[in-house]
């Protein structure tokens, strides 16, 4: 079998795995697949066709599957999430967000699988490690050890939960615990990212605003036009992601499995 290639996407996130079938792969093609996970944030891996199976049999490789509260999981596969279109109205991941940062312990990693794709319905990730590292060393210097309030308003409001929003504080600048490096970890402010810890909700919100506008300069974002048959993979502890919703009524279904994380440090 040929060796893999990786091909970055864009300057600063995401990359292109080739030459590989993730439905087969051996011990040393996944620590390779490892590092450059670790080293691009986003790895993309057209046309693998996976089974729901072969999906979750990959998956099962990065840790144990993770599931959040609020949404329903697959009647026969208790780890897949079914994305499909509910309407723009209802779309609660059509803004820049990691996943489930409202939770002590976020996912760590998830795993999409592309089924059906309309024309449009496009994602973007961010890259957190460079949001962070283009923050002047005054901000990092006021920042550091600071606190934020993450809360799942959209999740718990789109079923009626408002009055029962679950939250947990995180450090803002969070350490990666496999490559050790720093990375911004924010919300939108107000929604998710609510206040910062020590400061008064006047105080906090103009900054929570500027660091949500700089975690996604276009500088450090790639854009992925999905194929069905792709597998995209993105590590929610340096990436935010934004799902476009600008295909109307047409059918998009992708399948969604997620990998448990640590509290973050
Ligand atoms: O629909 C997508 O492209 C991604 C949705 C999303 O935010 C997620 O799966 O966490
Ligand atoms: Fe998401």
């Known amino acids: 079998m040929a060796k893999m290639t990786v091909i970055p996407l864009s300057g600063h996130i995401g990359a292109l795995v080739e030459d590989l079938s993730l439905s087969a792969l051996s011990d040393s093609e996944f620590d390779a697949v490892k590092q450059a996970f670790l080293d691009h ?16 049999q ?24 079914q994305l499909s279109n509910l309407g723009k109205a209802n779309a609660v991941t059509e803004n820049w967000h990691f996943d489930s940062s409202f939770l002590p312990a976020p996912p760590s990693l998830t795993i999409l699988s592309a089924r059906k794709i309309p024309v449009g319905g496009d994602t973007m990730w961010s890259n957190q490690y ?8 005054g901000m990092k210097a006021l920042l550091d050890g600071v606190r934020g309030e993450f809360a799942g308003t959209r999740l718990a409001k789109r079923v009626g939960k408002d009055s029962d929003i679950p939250f947990s504080f995180h450090p803002i600048f969070r350490t990666h615990p496999d490559t050790g490096r720093k990375a ?14 020590g400061m008064t909700q006047e105080e906090s919100l103009p900054i929570i605003q500027y660091l949500y506008k700089h975690s996604t300069n276009p500088d450090r974002v790639y854009r992925h036009h999905w194929a069905e048959g792709d597998i995209v993979m993105w590590d929610n502890r340096c ?9 109307g009524d047409q059918t998009r279904e992708l399948h969604r499995v997620s990998i448990c994380g640590d509290i973050p440090r």
């Open 184 to 197: 911004l970890f924010v919300g939108h402010p107000g929604d998710t990212l609510r206040c910062l810890e």
């Open 130 to 137: 460079h949001a962070y590292d283009t923050l002047s060393e």
């Open 239 to 247: 990436t935010m992601h934004y799902a476009v919703h600008d295909y």
């Open 58 to 81: 990959f998956a099962a490789r990065w840790g144990e599957f993770s599931t959040s509260p609020f949404v329903q999981y697959h009647p026969e596969h208790p780890a897949v999430l």
């Open 41 to 56: 944030c986003v790895l993309v891996f057209p046309k693998q066709l996976l089974t729901i199976e072969e999906h979750l």
